[in-house]
């Protein structure tokens, strides 16, 4: 969310004075996002969720 947040040279509190959104304690690794919380900050950049976490791969299933 920093990264994000910072392409845009935004700062915390324009995201919470312009978009309610309170991104402090999930920077500095206090709290994990709500899913709710993370829809919101990418539907402000107008980031897919795909954009957002990036590719996801999935270990394979051992063989039995």
Request: with cysteine.
């Amino acid at each position: 969310m920093r990264e994000i947040r910072e392409q845009h040279n935004h700062t915390q509190e324009f995201l919470t004075e312009n978009a309610h959104l309170h991104l402090s304690h999930y920077e500095h690794g206090r709290k994990l996002p709500t899913l709710g919380t993370i829809i919101k900050f990418c539907k402000y950049y107008n980031l897919s969720l795909k954009e957002f976490f990036g590719e996801m791969t999935y270990p394979k299933e051992p063989k039995k």
